[in-house]
């Protein structure tokens, strides 16, 4: 009968591959479980998978387990979908880790299975974005920056450039972004202050976080206001477009560029010195903090509670704001001598 | 047994072995009842998948309809309805939204993937009109059904509820006279017709379950994650075809088994958890269930000797 020998043949090509497969998994759990012992398992829970903001957390992370004698392992979802998380928990608790760290995909779906982690004493810890309004379902959150110190440090990075005077302009993403608006806030505030009173600001433009807009926008700004001395922008796109903006228009460094964006946007405009710096706060380094802190909350040296300061191990003092939230700390300038040490 | 459903029984069994051995964390048995309450959604909406692709129709709009279920549930009742009515509208609402697929099916005559596609944006749309990005709380006391047990204390609610749906319709499918004339139009529409079947009223109630399923699957995710919002579920639809078509319903119509459907959704879950208990990184997970897909369709299409192959596989 031909149909019996192919399907005999199908299963045994089938059962060879799960051999394999099987072979191949087992090796890599005898590893993991001469490995453990008493040492403290941690894992991390990105947002989603294949991008490199949250490779560079996983650094961080994996830098600190190194130097404290940690297991360390990260599995994220194939989607950021709000509840793409939920079955990873699941399994992360009933593996027995000490540790969870996460970047949350939803403020609030994951509250009951956070929950049953903390029952199991997990120490539960969020990094990057935090449970807006459900705090009270992880143990402390990591932050990247003081968010309202970003406009200030902004101008900063950009009167430094040009001097602390001339004309200089916004290029911000939509008109009613909310963490646009607060940083653009922050900036007005910055120049009412008497360092910043020779700088000018003649124009905010909206490229609505669209290239194309952007790109028109910063062209508009740079013939509208001949004496333009400098442009900031916050957005990563704007900032991306303003450069190119510039490169196009040659008006490079006449007027400084500056603003917020990865390394590996940037890498380009900054070796060809159209930005000389820009800023955005380092993800590794948030990386570092929230696995330090969340060992030492596990070890019982550090308990949350607003208000309370701590030191940690090569990190240094830090202190719980309000719902025991951590701030990495103040934005990181990038230039051409530091570009190169960041991969995201 | 059906041939069709040894093989998702084959591939189940090879997966609870393979999950012992990637990972000593797997054979628990409450923990391997608890974790099917992430899947029990999936698997309601796979009940009305089965009726609907055996029928050879499909219905694309299955999550999306949870998804405005779910976020209409939860605002009703946050609006202070009483829960029994607020769910009970929920499950009903579900049901209404399958009926306005199967009167566009059966009475306008369009093709079901393009009336489904236009509804999986379109009730979506909706539940997303109705919450904007915000999420709905669920009342409290009402949250939870994953943390429900029989007695006993062992097997959760939601899995019950599936089984017992699933022996239901799995019955209805295969013993009643309604379950044959499913069949039989799936298999051959217009012979249907001339044998007085009444094609357009089984297609109705075909498109009404998978959206009562859908909408019992709706207040069931309300419960279980104590939040609505729109974007929950989204691209279930494909989980739920993957898995109907897994357990040997032909994509073709005229060939489906409710056992078949249960195992693959069975199965789909215990890939999941071996895996993940294991660590085993989502792309390759991915990738593993991609391959079982395939590999299960191959020796299914073995075994049921379709020589000719291609479209001819829906003559039997």
Known sequence: ?344 | MKRAELVPLGLLAAAMIAGGMLSPHFWDLRYLLDSTSLHVETGLLVIGMTFVIALGQIDLSAASNLALVSCATAKLLQMGVHPAVGICIGIGLGTMLGIVNGLLVAYANLPSFLVTLGTLALYRGIAQALMGAASVKFPESLCGIDRWYLPGGIVPVPFAVFVVLAAAFGVALAKTTFGRRVIAIGANSTASEYSAIKVNRIVLSVFALSGLMAGIAGVMMDSRLGVARYDHARGLELEVITATVLGGTSIYGGKATMTGSFLALLLMAAVHVSLGLANVKTEIQLTIIGAVLVLTLAIGGVFSGAKAGGLAGRAE
């Not at chain 1, 440090?153 to 040009?162: A, P, T, V």
């Open chain 1, 1 to 344: 009968m031909p149909n019996r020998c192919i399907v005999s043949k199908v299963w045994v090509v089938l059962s060879l591959l799960g051999m394999l497969f099987f072979a191949a998994c087992e090796k890599r759990e005898t590893v993991q479980n001469n490995s453990s012992g008493s040492r403290l398992s941690v894992v991390y829970i990105p947002k989603n998978t294949g991008n490199p903001y949250f490779n560079e957390i996983v650094a961080g992370f994996e830098e600190v387990c190194k130097q404290q004698g940690c297991e360390f392992s990260t599995i994220a979802p194939s989607t950021a979908e709000a509840t793409s998380q939920i079955p990873i928990l699941k399994e992360q608790i009933q593996r027995g880790v000490n540790i969870i760290a996460i970047s949350p995909n939803s403020p609030d779906a994951l509250n009951a299975v956070l929950d049953d982690a903390r029952k199991a004493g997990i120490v539960v810890i969020t990094v990057d974005a935090d449970l807006a309004g459900n705090e009270a379902h992880r143990d402390a959150s990591v932050l990247p920056t003081d968010f309202s110190k970003v406009g200030e440090s902004q101008i900063e990075l950009l009167g430094s450039q040009i001097g602390y005077q001339g004309e200089i302009a916004i290029l911000s993403a939509t008109r009613d972004a909310p963490n646009q608006n607060a940083w653009i806030a922050g900036m007005k505030d910055a120049l009412a202050q008497p360092k910043y009173s020779k700088m000018k600001l003649v124009e905010i433009a909206y490229g609505d976080d669209e290239p194309q807009k952007s790109a028109t926008e910063a062209e508009g700004l740079l013939t509208k206001h001949p004496n333009l001395r400098g442009i900031v922008s916050p957005t990563s796109v704007g900032l991306a477009a303003a450069a190119q903006a510039l490169q196009i228009a040659n008006k490079y460094p006449s007027v400084a560029l500056t603003g917020l964006s990865t390394p590996n946007q940037m890498r380009k405009f900054v070796q060809d010195g159209v930005v000389k710096a820009f800023q955005l706060w380092s993800p590794r380094e948030m990386g570092r903090l929230a696995c330090s802190l969340a060992i030492s909350i596990k070890q019982g040296k550090v308990k949350p509670g607003e208000g309370v300061e701590f030191e940690l191990p090569e990190i240094g003092k830090r202190s719980f704001g309000k719902n025991n939230v951590v701030i990495t700390g103040p934005l990181v300038t990038f230039d051409q001598n530091t570009i190169n040490e960041y991969h995201f």
